[in-house]
């Protein structure tokens, strides 16, 4: 039996990495509307309630009016925008968060899709806090580098246009309220909403997220060792997500997952300071974005969480 996906923004940067991981399998047939018929409303309230899910790829206030024109009870929703990703009416889609979460997922009819940002954030820091060895009132920071396919189609444009790329990297979002820190916060379960310094490197696709800690100070004063092991049990039944050994590495690059849909955690830092550095590196197309909704439809309709992904 095969089931019906609406991608509702087939023709943005998400959407087609979505419909390039999903066109091929026998499993699902994939509806999508030519340019005409996604202008008009009737057509795609048509498609919207036809179809067994709708992923939509849309800014957020066209994500919020595709949901209100599914009238039915039937048709499930992830949503990869950032409208619903801490409503409490919907699950957020990370299916790692907790033990248990991806059972929540598989029987939900709203999905919220992470940030790609959150989910190298949430990835590191929450199996510390839900562990007790990140305080959760400890002020956390985050600094984050992503490919600039993040920015869609008007940055791709920017560094692939005609004429020299306007930079080789840059910091965005200094006034602390990147759309993305309000998920951080909730889904981590933290006290204080994270500083959050998002960058763009001269990378079409790649991310690299970073969280110093300074572990001396923490009341429980865990050490690299502890956190390593915190992750690697958070993580042990993951197929997408690998905790890798930190042991002597120096360097670490932000294209380790591009074209993939995997990451990797890995804890660095100095034992004898106490000081480490939790990192995470993944796609930011990939797992941060359209191989996280795969996984979660594949989750929500019962098939192997990792079809159709790049592991």
């Known amino acids: 039996m095969t089931v019906s996906v609406f991608i509702d923004g087939a023709a943005g940067t998400t959407g087609l990495e979505i419909h390039d991981r999903l066109a091929k399998r026998a499993d699902l047939s994939v509806v999508t509307l030519n340019d005409a018929d996604r202008k008009n409303t009737a057509r795609r309230t048509e498609a919207l309630n036809d179809a067994d899910f709708v992923i939509l790829c849309l800014p957020d206030d066209a994500a919020r009016d595709a949901v209100s024109l599914i009238s039915n009870n039937r048709t499930r929703v992830i949503d990869a925008s950032t409208a619903h990703r801490v409503d409490t009416g919907w699950t957020y889609g990370f299916p790692e968060l907790d033990p248990g979460h991806a059972d929540q997922l598989a029987s939900a009819t709203r999905v919220s899709n992470p940030g790609c940002y959150p989910t190298g954030f949430l990835a590191l820091v929450r199996p510390l806090v839900r562990a007790g060895l990140i305080p ?176």
């Not at 004429?163 to 204080?192: D, F, Q």
């Not at 970073?210 to 690697?232: I, K, N, S, T, Y």
């Not at 590196?281 to 439809?297: F, P, Y």
Request: hydrophobic content about 45%; glycine content about 10%; overall charge negative.
């Open 136 to 311: 959760a009132d400890w002020p956390l920071t985050v600094n984050a580098a992503s490919g600039y396919s993040g920015g869609g189609k008007a940055m791709i444009e920017e560094f692939q246009g005609a004429g020299t790329p306007p930079t080789a990297y840059r910091a965005y979002g200094l006034s602390a309220a990147h759309k993305h820190v309000a998920e951080m916060h909730k889904h981590a379960r933290i006290e204080h909403p994270p500083i959050f310094t998002p960058s763009v490197a001269n990378v079409y696709r790649g991310m690299i997220v970073e969280v110093p800690v300074p572990l001396h100070v923490f009341p429980r004063r865990p050490d690299l060792g502890a956190c390593e092991a915190a992750l690697r049990d958070a993580y042990r039944d993951s197929p997408v997500i690998s905790v890798a050994d930190a042991a002597g590495i120096n360097l670490v690059m932000i294209e380790e997952h591009a074209g993939t849909d995997s990451m990797t955690l890995r804890v660095c830092g100095n034992a004898d300071t106490g000081q480490a550095m939790l990192i995470a590196t993944l796609d930011n197309l990939g797992k941060g974005a359209a191989g996280a909704a795969v996984q979660n439809l594949n989750i929500m309709a019962g098939f192997d969480p990792v079809a159709g992904l790049v592991i």
